[in-house]
């Protein structure tokens, strides 16, 4: 176990090292020279030149800029003189992450369900219901599912507020269009993990003790099959928080998303590198709990040595 | 028992005999694993009529922007915010442009976008991944290592890193969703390759003096191209969605030009007074990526190798 840790956590370092690596040369590659634009600020400038030492060999440079990283200091904006990335997230990220937990939660639970009934009920009504659902999750981006949600509970219906994160009622909607397409995912593969573990011998071992069909599902089958579904939760946090960009976009909720679309509007390259930086990391260091949650779970990792 | 008139007898049965010639006559005439293929996709209704929504909706690419005598490109300052009707059939935006015209330009644009980064991907993961599975070894941990690390960076920030560099349009689109999209493929058809470069026939291939690359795209790739055809169909869509994602963001394509993410992103800024101009582009990019996730999973069914009785 402790070995497996290592190898992920060496994993996991050299990922981050690689994407913080490619931002830097990235970055001198950018379209055109920022100190060109008038909208930039003698003031900026001077920033910009001792944040990035921009005057001093590039070797120096990437030194430089790795010791920021290391310090957590993400860089700062182009545009608002006052403003750096800390700043921002500080600012924002609660609000996304109160949504993304909300998203990922309500994806797993509901995508986990929908998959064991489908599985339960395999070629019946059920199972091809719930399979349309997960194939029309899959399919409609969450672009689309956000407005019509708005259009119908909101506009039409009454029912909910339209926008913006002021208590409970506020979240059903951008929860439920952000985790629509994880939710999905998880519900084909938890379908697919299922059939495959009903075949196995262990399933037929415990009919022949006689155990009830309720612990025979719950306590073999679905405990087995929820394993491989776990794996991908690393990559459904990326997916639902890129997906954030454009759900909170939608529903006006002050997240880190809504600050990011708008660097990109405006130009504020040094502002959205920062953050794209962030989010990397955060979802390296996610990957890498999730591999650790599953070595505790699986015991073929947790027992050897 | 009634057996009195309508018993079997002796007599309703006739010797044959052995006639070697016709014993090895073949009954049906004898196809090939694309024509049985094509054979059980015609059979799923589903991935059919996914087929026939993904040629019906390239066709009015192709055609759709003559069917109406404006211009995708034309502002009219008389006509904005039209509702559609019998003269702009899907109305006009907020400038007075044709959105029919728009949304079949912006089809052009969102599909061939689409396929071309799907086949670009498709290409660049068979040769690296051919190359990773067949010579295997070093030669495969470094790749295969360089592919992990790669894969464990987010392919979403990745792509809006490329576009914040590469600047917007279709070229820097196709090139940002190639970079990494590549990994998946080449993952795949190294562990294809991996099960067919044992088998009798590359044997039989190298005893022939066949060169490396002659037995891997040769013989090797062509026995793996039922899977790649399935990632394939399957990735068309979440090319498709990356554009609608990056235009969504503002990283799309530039206006006058149009896209589906793009129409629907501007869409979006007036729904709740014009929902016409955010849900035309909306159900096509959702049906597009419907009909081709049904293909998809059609042609699996249908080329998968273990499925076949």
């Not at chain 1, 931002?23 to 400038?45: A, M």
């Not at chain 1, 689309?144 to 979240?171: D, E």
């Not at chain 2, 291939?205 to 191209?225: Q, T």
């Not at chain 2, 530039?254 to 101009?277: D, E, H, K, M, N």
Request: charge should be positive; proline fraction near 5%; hydrophobic fraction near 50%.
């Amino acid at each position: 176990m402790v070995k497996y840790i290592l190898n992920r956590l060496l994993v996991s370092l050299i990922t981050a090292w690689v994407l913080v690596t490619i931002v830097f040369f990235l970055v001198r590659l950018l379209p055109g020279d920022p100190f060109l634009s008038e909208k930039v600020t003698p003031e900026i400038k001077a920033n910009m030149m001792r944040y990035y030492g921009l005057d001093k060999p590039i070797h120096i440079q990437y030194v430089t800029f790795l010791q920021n990283l290391l310090k957590g200091d993400f860089g700062y904006s182009l545009r608002y003189k006052n403003r750096t990335v800390n700043e921002v997230i500080k600012q924002a990220f609660p609000y996304s992450a109160d949504l993304g937990i909300r998203a990922v939660i309500f994806a797993t639970i509901a995508g986990v369900t929908l998959g064991i009934i489908a599985a339960l009920n395999r070629n019946r009504t059920w199972d091809y219901l719930a399979m349309f659902i997960a194939i029309v999750g899959v399919s409609v981006p969450s672009f689309v599912i956000g407005p019509l949600l708005q259009y119908v509970f909101a506009t039409k219906l009454n029912l909910l507020p339209v926008s913006q994160w002021k208590g409970f009622s506020y979240t059903i909607m951008p929860t439920f269009a952000l985790s629509l397409g994880s939710l999905a995912l998880m519900a084909r593969l938890m379908r697919a993990s299922m059939l495959d573990v009903v075949n196995q011998d262990f399933i037929k071992t415990a009919k022949a003790k006689g155990l009830s069909p309720f612990q025979i599902i719950w306590k073999h089958q679905v405990r087995n099959a929820i394993l491989p579904v776990i794996t991908v939760l690393g990559p459904v946090t990326a997916t639902l928080l890129t997906g954030t960009f454009v759900v909170e976009q939608i529903f006006a909720i002050p997240g880190l998303g809504k600050f990011y679309v708008l660097g990109i509007q405006n130009l504020d390259y040094s502002l959205v590198l920062g953050m794209t930086t962030f989010y990397g990391l955060f979802l390296i260091a996610a990957n890498f709990v999730v591999d650790i949650i599953y070595g505790l779970i699986d015991p073929r990792i947790r027992i050897a040595k | 028992m009634q057996t009195s008139n309508n018993a079997i007898t002796r007599e309703m049965f006739e010797h044959v005999g052995k006639n070697i010639s016709q014993m090895e006559a073949i009954a049906r005439p004898s196809i090939t694993y694309w024509q049985d293929a094509w054979r059980r996709l015609k059979q799923n209704k589903v991935a059919m009529l996914g087929l026939v929504i993904i040629i019906l909706y390239t066709v009015l690419a192709i055609v759709g922007p003559y069917m109406t005598p404006y211009d995708y490109r034309t502002t009219n300052t008389e006509e904005i915010d039209q509702p559609p009707s019998a003269k702009h059939w899907f109305g006009t935006d907020t400038l007075g442009r044709d959105l029919w015209a728009r949304t079949w330009m912006g089809a052009r644009v969102s599909l061939s976008i689409g396929f071309l980064a799907a086949f670009l991907n498709a290409v660049i993961g068979v040769i690296i991944g051919g190359i990773s599975g067949y010579f295997g070894g070093k030669v495969d941990m470094v790749i295969m290592r360089a592919i992990d690390i790669l894969y464990a960076i987010p392919y979403m920030i990745i792509v809006i890193l490329m576009m914040v560099v590469l600047g917007q349009g279709i070229m820097p689109l196709v090139i940002a969703m190639i970079a990494v999209g590549w990994l998946n493929m080449a993952r795949l058809v190294r562990g294809q390759i991996l099960q067919l470069k044992e088998q009798e026939f590359v044997l039989a291939a190298k005893v022939l003096g066949a060169s490396h690359a002659r037995i891997i795209f040769k013989h090797l790739i062509p026995n793996a191209l039922g899977v790649i055809l399935v990632n394939l169909t399957m990735s068309v869509p979440s090319a498709i969605f990356t554009e609608a994602f990056l235009s969504f963001i503002g990283l799309g394509v530039v206006p006058p030009q149009s896209s589906w993410g793009q129409l629907a992103y501007y869409g979006i800024q007036s729904f709740r007074v014009r929902p016409y101009q955010l849900f035309i582009p909306a159900f096509f990019i959702s049906t597009t990526m419907l009909s081709l996730n049904l293909l998809g999973d059609g042609l699996r069914d249908a080329l998968d190798p273990r499925l076949r009785s």
